[in-house]
């Protein structure tokens, strides 16, 4: 059973309002990653890090910003959200090597109106 | 990076055997390659990956050709629990975003009772 969690599964917002999308893992794992997924698409990674104080753009463009103050928290913010945000928001982490299993989160889904 | 190719969708009976087929013509040697699935409303989570050999867990097997330009992924026995969508994805062995995922399509798995 992996360990990792996020907070709030579901999440309906007005436009203009400052979100933060909660991930915490308790494995000790360096390396957590987002992922934004709309509805039957593929998932995109849009960001990552290696650990304390580090952070990374993913593959995909995205206007959130991330943090990772502590190993086991990396939230994602989004300073005002508007509808084109609406997703499901997945987060994930690994120990660091591509052989490294990814444990998923069940996913925040955003919806803005 | 690398690229797989899927089938975009595939049937099974319940309690038979399911062989998901992955093209990777351009992998490169450091390239592992990973199967990963997503039950519907969930997030993905990890079947199994290989190198060169052919590979057991308790979920599935994988064989990977001898020129590792192409995988299968074998359920032995589909359940109904198994119905989702596969992902066949190649994790680079090095480079600065060492063992991130790229996800594809996938394949839709539907099992029949």
């Known amino acids: 059973e992996a360990d990792i969690y996020q907070t709030p599964r579901y999440l309906v917002i007005g436009t203009g309002k400052k979100i933060t999308l909660e991930c915490s893992q308790t494995m000790g794992h360096d390396k957590m990653y987002w992922y934004q997924q709309d509805p039957g698409m593929e998932l995109h990674l849009i960001h990552y890090s290696y650990g304390v104080n580090s952070t990374e753009k993913g593959d995909l463009s995205s206007e959130s910003t991330v943090s990772r103050i502590r190993t086991e928290h990396f939230p994602l913010t989004l300073e005002s959200a508007r509808p084109s945000h609406t997703s499901q928001y997945l987060c994930?982490?690994?120990?660091?090597?591509?052989?490294?299993?990814?444990?998923f989160g069940p996913g925040t889904r955003l919806t803005v109106t | 990076d690398a690229k797989t190719t899927q089938p975009n969708s595939m049937e099974s009976n319940e309690e038979e055997p399911v062989h998901l087929p992955c093209n990777h013509s351009?992998?490169?040697?450091?390239?592992?390659i990973h199967w990963y699935r997503q039950l519907p409303s969930q997030g993905p989570e990890y079947v199994i990956h290989?190198?060169?050999s052919n590979v057991n867990n308790r979920m599935a097997s994988l064989a990977i050709a001898e020129d590792r330009k192409s995988s299968t992924l074998i359920l032995h026995r589909a359940t109904l629990r198994d119905a989702a969508v596969y992902y066949c994805?190649?994790?680079?062995?090095?480079?600065?975003?060492?063992?991130?995922?790229?996800f594809g399509k996938g394949t839709k798995l539907s099992v029949k009772p």
């Open positions: 994805i190649l994790r680079e062995g090095y480079g600065g975003s060492q063992g991130n995922l790229i």
């Open positions: 351009t992998i490169s040697g450091t390239d592992y």
């Open positions: 290989g190198l060169t």
């Open positions: 994930a982490s690994s120990e660091r090597g591509s052989f490294y299993e990814q444990y």
